[in-house]
């Protein structure tokens, strides 16, 4: 018990230490007015007060990446705590703080526009294709997961429950970010925060071995899948995660102060990494061995072991709210994945955002497109996910990178977890049957080195003229 609330101990302190670090070398000015003040609209730039930004964040990026993520990762063994605090520290919470804090800076800027303004022309229309795709899937996704869970509860036609989120996506698509999404997502996090807290409760008071084999060295996977590069793929959401770049710059349009985005930013990445230690934590001691825990995933994906835990440890209304939580968390995801790729397109577009008739311009043909993805069988696409999501999260650290650098600040806190990921993503790519399957030992050199030579590009560019 005592690892877990070391790494919890871990995240808390990285947050004020670290987190502080971060800020000041960002150098945020108090005084300098926010996007919210500056191009207030009453639909994407409204302000609101900071511990409801706070919450429409956390959830905005906790998805079920930070649950489903870290079972598969168990599998790997206790290596999975290890990553969820280092990444969540020195990569997550600064990728979350940047891309954040310089869409502030940037008058609300989408991530395609900024990682344009650092990388070039080209990354931009690169960043937009790339940014609306992963969007609409992780919306698509985030219909159906939830609507699968709440028929099996519930028994209700799946296809009633796709319609229903359908309408409610589109409604929090459209209308002003503090009409639903503002409203509702208040209890949503007091939902969250109760499963997050009951599965440790539940883990103590029925008396659990709590993290029986904290040997980091023994990799645990069944299937004998290596720890690099797979699992900082794996596990995303709660380390780091590319996705989390679309979604800080909705809430940069609505901060009303560039002294929160320590809290807003940084921290609410800081809680997704106590949900996804949680988690880890769940399937290292809820079950016996990886191997157990993976037949229970292999009956259900990781939602299978969602449910035993649920109902194991928080009994049947416990339970069933815990699960509710889980529901929660893609739809709250999902919703303002569809709201950030309406504006991201609408950026791309030109197309003003103030009438609503502008809005539903791009909101339907949106939502058509994405139907018609939820017929598709999204088994091999989603293979890519994790993949494009790490990538994404590498595009945006070497663009903090370059912002450092440019001003003359310390630019490693950014740019040595930038060739961290680097590396992972060439190595994974060149590594798995998706990709080119190349033997481990081949593609691990070539990634590291391909990583270095990055880096070195990067520092050569720095030397003045």
């Known amino acids: 018990m005592s690892y877990l609330f070391a790494c919890i101990a871990a995240l808390i302190l990285g947050y004020f230490v670290y987190g502080t670090f971060v800020e000041r070398v960002f150098d945020i000015d108090p005084h300098r007015p926010t996007p919210c003040h500056v191009m207030e609209d009453g639909i994407d730039y409204v302000p609101m007060p900071t511990w409801r930004v706070y919450f429409i964040q956390l959830l905005n990026i906790a998805g079920l990446g930070p649950i489903f993520g870290p079972i598969l990762g168990a599998m790997y063994g206790p290596a999975a705590l290890i990553w969820i605090v280092i990444g969540c520290i020195f990569g997550g919470g600064v990728h979350d703080y940047f891309s954040g804090m310089l869409s502030v800076r940037n008058d609300g800027e989408s991530i395609p526009e ?48 796709i319609l229903l989120i359908f309408v409610y996506y589109f409604m929090a698509t459209i209308l002003p970010i503090d009409k639903i999404i503002g409203s509702l997502y208040p209890f949503f996090g007091a939902l969250l925060l109760f499963m997050t807290v009951g599965i440790v409760a539940g883990l103590i008071f029925y008396g659990y071995n709590i993290l029986p084999n904290m040997d980091i060295m023994v990799n645990t996977h069944p299937d004998h899948k290596p720890i690099w590069p797979m699992i900082f793929i794996t596990i995303s959401c709660g380390a780091l995660s590319g996705f989390h770049s679309t979604q800080s710059p909705l809430m940069a349009r609505c901060i009303q102060n560039e002294s929160k985005g320590r809290l807003v930013f940084y921290g609410a990445m800081i809680i997704e990494g106590v949900i996804a230690i949680i988690w880890a934590t769940v399937g290292l001691s809820l079950y016996p061995n990886a191997r157990e825990l993976g037949a229970v995933i292999s009956t259900g994906s990781p939602a299978a072991v969602v449910n035993q835990a649920c109902n194991k440890l928080l009994g049947g209304i416990g339970g069933f709210l815990a699960i509710m939580g889980v529901i929660v968390l893609p739809i709250t995801s999902g919703d303002t994945a569809f709201r950030s790729t309406r504006l991201i397109l609408a950026e791309s577009f030109k197309i003003s955002q103030s009438t609503a008739a502008k809005r539903l311009i791009i909101a339907i043909p949106l939502f058509i497109i994405a139907f018609l993805m939820t017929l598709q069988d999204f088994d091999v696409l989603w293979r890519y996910f994790g993949w494009s999501n790490q990538v994404l999260s590498m595009l945006v650290l070497w663009s903090a990178a370059i912002y450092l650098a440019k001003n003359k600040k310390q630019h490693w806190i950014a740019s040595l977890p930038a060739m961290f990921i680097t590396a992972v993503n060439i190595c994974f790519i060149l590594q798995v049957k998706i990709g080119f399957g190349l033997p481990p030992d081949v593609s691990n050199i070539a990634g590291c080195v391909a990583s270095l030579i990055v880096m070195v590009l990067f520092l050569y560019h720095l030397k003045p003229a």
Do not use: C, E, Q
Not at 115 to 140: A, H
Not at 148 to 154: D, F, G
């Open 114 to 161: 900024i990682v344009g303004d650092f990388l070039g022309p080209f990354s931009r229309y690169v960043m937009r294709f790339f940014s609306v795709i992963l969007l609409v899937l992780v919306g698509v996704v985030f219909i159906l997961g939830p609507a699968k869970l709440l028929a099996s509860l519930t028994g209700i036609n799946i296809n009633i429950l």
